[in-house]
């Protein structure tokens, strides 16, 4: 790519960082926070007017894990949110492209009450398994008293996931951060 992904560009001249955001604004997500690392200074100006709290991964260089640690952190001291969404920036504007899963760590974040298509979930989650180096669940009911994964679709989506974890508070997202930097 030899740029940062944050400053790329899509085929409109939005940032994927701006489209980021706006997926998430757009989405219902109430407070965004975007952690940023080595191209703080370049990308923050990219963020001016998108009502987006910027945390700076001061020990960025570390990869991903850092900016959890960072992210969730800050998260941990500001904000009573009951949940967290963590998302790569280029996830969003790159969904679906050729080999983008490859080798890659990904983090689904759903409860897996999936009723429709849930063949299709199956197949995906296949194909995704085989592509990815690890799969990360993260079930907000997981943690709870008395849960059971009897749900259709995450009864599909487990045989093809490596790490099924709870994701119902922001201490929960600890184990999440571990995860990752563990795969």
């Not at 200074?41 to 700076?56: E, K, M, S």
């Not at 492209?97 to 490859?102: E, K, N, S, V």
């Amino acid at each position: 790519m030899g740029t940062p992904k944050a400053l790329l560009r899509a085929p409109d001249g939005t940032s994927w960082v701006e489209r980021a955001v706006r997926a998430l604004r757009d989405g219902g997500c109430a407070e965004v926070t975007v952690v940023l690392g080595a191209e703080l200074p370049r990308t923050a100006p990219l963020l001016t007017g998108l009502d987006a709290r910027i945390v700076a991964a001061a020990d960025w260089a570390e990869g991903l894990g850092a900016s959890l640690r960072a992210g969730l952190g800050e998260l941990l001291r500001s904000s009573d949110a009951p949940s967290v969404a963590v998302i790569l920036v280029d996830l969003l504007a790159r969904w679906g492209a050729r080999g983008m899963a490859r080798g890659a760590v990904v983090v689904i974040f759903s409860d897996g009450w999936e009723r429709d298509g849930v063949d299709l979930l199956t197949e995906q989650m296949r194909r995704l398994q085989m592509l990815a180096h690890r799969i990360v669940w993260v079930n907000p009911h997981r943690g709870k008293d008395g849960y059971q994964a009897v749900q259709q679709g995450i009864v599909a989506a487990l045989p093809f996931v490596d790490h099924f974890v709870a994701g119902h508070s922001l201490r929960t997202f600890e184990e999440v951060a571990e995860v990752v930097a563990d795969a």
